[in-house]
């Protein structure tokens, strides 16, 4: 069951129907490598948590190939690694919880992985401080903010030390504050433990600042590949129900007075840098 090395997500050819003859996702193979920040864009019901949620077995293989972290998701046999390599945060935090008291929330999942005690513990006062929560173990979740929330439900998947994270529209209902804390705490994670991350959103600003994009459309990857390839196509995404981030709209306004030219930065630093550049 050892590591492919160069690939922690291995998709081929995965399709998936929740009602027979109508199919959600429609032959996806997507390839993401240790430590790699992928963001997935589309419309809503484009199948894009549909595809992540057969990372770690919520959704069970149909058809394809799927290798997460050298686990293959053919046999049913391997759900519990699967969910041990891939940790996943949703919309909604309030869902996420199993227990009320921080501390005990996100020393669950180790303990529910086999640590002792005191190295769940351990793991959960590591996680909190990861997302900058230190010291909140005793709070209950229900006084936290939105984002503070999330990003307990975010140290919870940390916790277990999974190879692999899976946001799923994780901003879409908290603040913009809380969105930018729980943003930094996902890229310290990536950075200090080399989790890759998948990012399922509709923020193209959060989406730009990915080394990959995929793009659904009905069921199927429209397109892949970096930022400044992806999201300056307009006509991709507009085919796909998106539009293309503010840098982008910005430099096409200033492209058509004829006060720019050039590719167009994806990002607002980039657009800083190439109109004070
Ligand atoms: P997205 O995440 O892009 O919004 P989803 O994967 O949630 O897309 O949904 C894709 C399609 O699959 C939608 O048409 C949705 O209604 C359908 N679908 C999702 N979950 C289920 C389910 N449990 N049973 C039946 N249909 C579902």
């Not at 929330?105 to 997302?131: I, Q, S, T, W, Y």
């Not at 946001?167 to 930094?184: C, K």
């Amino acid at each position: 069951m050892g590591r492919t090395g160069e690939k922690i997500v291995e998709a081929r050819r995965v399709s998936h129907a929740y009602v027979p003859g109508r199919p959600t996702l429609q032959e996806v193979s997507l390839d993401v490598a240790p430590g790699e920040l992928v963001a997935i864009v589309g419309e809503n019901g484009s199948g894009k948590t549909t595809l992540v949620r057969h990372l770690n077995a919520l959704v069970p293989l149909q058809a394809g190939e799927l290798v997460v972290a050298g686990i293959s998701a053919d046999d049913p046999t391997h759900v519990w690694e699967l969910r041990r390599a891939c940790g996943m945060v949703f919309q909604n935090p309030e869902n996420q919880f199993v227990s009320s008291v921080v501390g005990e929330d996100v020393a669950f999942g180790p303990a529910n992985f086999g640590a002792g005690e005191k190295d769940a513990r351990l793991a959960a006062a590591r996680a909190l401080a990861d997302v900058g929560l230190a010291g909140f173990e005793r709070r209950d979740v229900h006084t936290l903010s939105g984002g503070q929330q999330q990003r307990v439900a975010l140290a919870g998947a940390l916790a277990s030390g999974p190879d692999v994270l899976v946001l799923d529209e994780a901003t879409s209902m908290i603040d913009p504050q809380g969105r930018d804390e729980l943003v930094r705490a996902v890229l310290r994670a990536r950075s200090e433990r080399g989790t890759t991350i998948l990012w399922v959103t509709h923020d193209m600003e959060l989406a730009a600042r990915a080394d990959r994009v995929f793009v659904m459309r009905a069921g199927e990857v429209a397109a892949s590949g970096a930022p400044k390839d992806v999201l300056v196509d307009r006509a991709l995404l507009e085919g796909a129900g998106l539009e293309p981030p503010f840098a982008v709209r910005a430099w096409e306004g200033l492209v058509a007075r004829g006060v720019a030219s050039g590719p167009a930065p994806v990002t607002v630093e980039g657009l800083v840098s190439a109109l004070c550049g």
